[in-house]
Each structure stands twice: as structure tokens, then as C-alpha cells.
């Protein structure tokens, strides 16, 4: 039960801004919206993650829909080394429960 | 630098045998977690633990167990490995009472064959 839609996969050219996309129609007012993203052969990584107001961080920002049932990551310009599966995962009490995430290819 | 491993990164088991994945912290996190990863199945959840001595089963346990004696560890036990259980298994932790997410470690890639 991921609780969040994602597309299966996205292309970006390097150094332009990538926005992915995640609905999350069952939110409820508690669950924290957090994104992670894998490299290949590696574990899961923080990226951001946020409950209502937008977040900035070194990595990404997070845009927050109004009613928070869903929710933009914004990569502002894309290199390489992003190219990765990105999750968008609601946090529900303590435990996360992930989705198949989208692929992000970067193209050079 | 506090630090989440995992042992072996590789291992290859013969059908029926029990097979032991460690998990380590430094992170003093009291939050436990133990998933799995399949082509075209993302993370699934398998056991977590929010301190010693609590274990719970997750979304895919059966075949699975794990205890909890100290803060640090939590091993994963496969009681007679199938081929199914084919997978590469990431360990996570947390804090407890905040929303800031796990740490994993690298990774368990396990062959049953």
C-alpha cells in the first residue's frame, strides 16, 4: 500500500531544471511528505521532505500543494549525477511505505 | 562519523538453509527497519523494531524473523531460505518522535539457490 502515484519514469537535459510529480490523494493531516532517491547499486538517500509549507534545501526544494494532495520535487539544474529513482513516500507514524518511484534519466 | 553496515554485501545460500543478514548503528537510533528489493516491487517493508525487545512484522514477514537485544542491531533471519527470498535487503534506522527520516546502509544482495 504506497499511497502515492508516481510516474514511471522522466527524462531532463543536463543543467535544466527537472520538476517530478507525486499525487498523494489519501494524505492524511499527520503523514509528512519525504522524498529519496537511489543510485545504482546503493541505498536509499534523504532528499527533502516537508508537511505544508514549500522547503529548500542544498539538494532540492519541495513544492507543497495547498490541499497536500500532492506535491512537486524540483531538481533546479540537473546533472549526472541525478540520475537516479526518486520516491515520494508519505511518512506514517514511523514507518514508511515505498513505491516503485520514477527513474530519472539525465541526458548529457 | 556515526554509520549504518550491513553484512555480507554478498552472499549466496543453498535452498532450506538458515541465513543470517547482520545490521549494525552507531546512530544510537532506537527505530529498526528491515526491507527488501525486487525488480518492478520497489521497498518492502519486512520487519521493523522501535526498541529492544519490539519486533513487528511488516508487509512481507512470512519466512522472515528478527530480535532486538540491543539498541545497535538487528539481525535478519531467513529460517529456510527459499528462492523466492532472491533479493537485495537494505536495513534502515531512525530517530524516534521526529520526521526526519531513515538512514539505510548499502545493502545485502542474497542469492538462494
Known amino acids: 500500500d504506497a499511497k502515492t502515484t508516481q510516474p514511471n519514469s522522466m527524462e531532463s537535459n543536463e543543467e535544466e531544471p527537472v520538476h517530478l510529480p507525486c499525487n498523494h490523494s489519501?494524505?492524511?493531516?499527520?503523514?509528512?511528505i519525504h522524498w529519496y532517491r537511489q543510485l545504482p547499486s546503493q541505498g536509499p538517500e534523504y532528499v527533502i521532505h516537508?508537511?505544508?509549507s514549500n522547503v529548500n534545501n542544498r539538494m532540492a526544494s519541495l513544492a507543497i500543494a495547498e490541499d497536500r494532495k500532492s506535491s512537486t520535487l524540483i531538481l533546479h539544474r540537473a546533472t549526472l549525477r541525478d540520475a537516479a529513482v526518486y520516491y515520494c513516500?508519505?511518512?506514517?507514524?514511523?514507518?514508511?511505505?515505498f513505491g516503485t518511484g520514477t527513474s530519472l534519466t539525465v541526458i548529457p | 562519523d556515526a554509520e549504518i553496515t550491513q553484512s555480507p554485501r554478498h552472499k549466496i545460500t543453498e535452498t532450506g538453509r538458515q541465513v543470517t543478514l547482520a545490521c549494525h548503528q552507531t546512530?544510537?537510533?532506537?527505530?529498526m527497519f528491515w526491507y527488501r528489493q525486487d525488480l518492478g516491487h520497489g521497498l518492502r517493508l519486512i520487519h521493523y523494531?522501535?526498541?529492544?525487545?519490539?519486533?513487528n512484522k511488516g508487509e512481507v514477514s512470512d519466512g522472515y524473523s528478527v530480535s532486538r537485544s540491543n539498541t545497535e542491531d538487528l539481525p535478519l533471519t531467513l529460517e529456510s531460505a527459499a528462492s523466492s527470498q532472491t533479493s537485495v535487503y537494505f536495513c534502515?534506522?531512525?530517530?524516534?518522535?521526529?520526521?526526519?527520516?531513515?538512514?539505510f546502509g548499502s545493502g545485502t544482495r542474497l542469492t538462494v539457490v
Open positions: 534502515a534506522s531512525s530517530e524516534s518522535g521526529t520526521p526526519y527520516g531513515y538512514t
Open positions: 489519501t494524505i492524511s493531516g499527520t503523514d509528512y
Open positions: 516537508g508537511l505544508t
Open positions: 513516500i508519505l511518512l506514517t507514524g514511523n514507518q514508511f511505505y
Open positions: 546512530w544510537n537510533h532506537n527505530n
Open positions: 523494531s522501535y526498541g529492544v525487545q519490539d519486533t
